[in-house]
């Protein structure tokens, strides 16, 4: 059975840093496009980062020189090192694995980031 697990989730002041994680297990990251997403209360699910199988990296503007996303090929795992946080940025943040030819797609269970003071 397939599971990406996040971890590393949790409360932090504004301007501090968090270091997300998602280990995958019975999928190999490096051959799928990973993603982060977020979900903040009451809005739509929104793409944070990807990292395409061929080592490709984008960021959505909001985050972009703050969050950097990262693959361990030897630990099968992603990060996203997340820094100047902001009280915007609290979300639950999921990790996402797609088959680049979409044979599938799978979801992490999520982990709450909340940033306040």
């Known amino acids: 059975q397939v599971q990406l697990v996040e971890s590393g989730g949790g409360l932090v002041q504004p301007g501090g840093s968090l270091r997300l994680s998602c280990a995958a297990s019975r999928i190999i990251v490096s051959n799928c496009n990973m993603a982060w997403y977020r979900q903040a209360p009451g809005k739509q699910r929104e793409l944070v980062s990807a990292?395409?199988?061929?080592?490709?990296?984008n960021y959505a503007d909001s985050v972009k020189g703050r969050f950097t996303a990262s693959r361990d090929n030897a630990k099968n795992t992603m990060t996203l090192q997340m820094n100047s946080l902001k009280p915007e940025d609290t979300a639950v943040y999921f990790c996402?694995?797609?088959?680049?030819?979409?044979?599938?797609?799978?979801w992490g269970q999520g982990t709450q980031v909340t940033v306040a003071s």
């Open positions: 990292i395409t199988h061929d080592g490709n990296t």
């Open positions: 996402n694995a797609e088959h680049p030819l979409r044979w599938f797609n799978y």
